[in-house]
Nanobody, 115 residues
Framework: QVQLVESGGGLVQAGGSLRLSCTASGGIGGIYSMGWYRRAPGKQREMVAVWRGGGSTNYKDSVKGRFTISRDNAKNTVDLQMNSLKPEDTAVYYC?????????WGQGTQVTVSS
């Protein structure tokens, strides 16, 4: 069973940058996509960025040009580089992975952007 551990969240001023990292373990050979999602206070969880096998990526419209998702197969990690952060990016960010076993989720990491 895939297990995910996130790191890299924190507090940053608007316009700043943060890099989130997610490390996968257990059943990683079957992973065919990994991504980052977020849940802001009072809102539903939403997709931020997804990486799929073959290297294709998708981004939420509001983060295009600011966020970059990258996958390192050798390290079994997926990172999210977040630049030009805005207060509306404040949320708990979750790493997710899809495999034939189903979806796995990390515990979440808080990102807070102050104005």
């Amino acid at each position: 069973q895939v297990q995910l551990v996130e790191s890299g969240g924190g507090l940053v001023q608007a316009g700043g940058s943060l890099r989130l990292s997610c490390t996968a373990s257990g059943g990683i050979g079957g992973i065919y996509s990994m991504g980052w999602y977020r849940r802001a206070p009072g809102k539903q969880r939403e997709m931020v960025a997804v990486w799929r096998g073959g290297g294709s990526t998708n981004y939420k419209d509001s983060v295009k040009g600011r966020f970059t998702i990258s996958r390192d197969n050798a390290k079994n990690t997926v990172d999210l580089q977040m630049n030009s952060l805005k207060p509306e990016d404040t949320a708990v960010y979750y790493c997710a992975a899809s495999s034939p076993e189903g979806a796995a989720w990390g515990q979440g990491t808080q990102v807070t952007v102050s104005s």
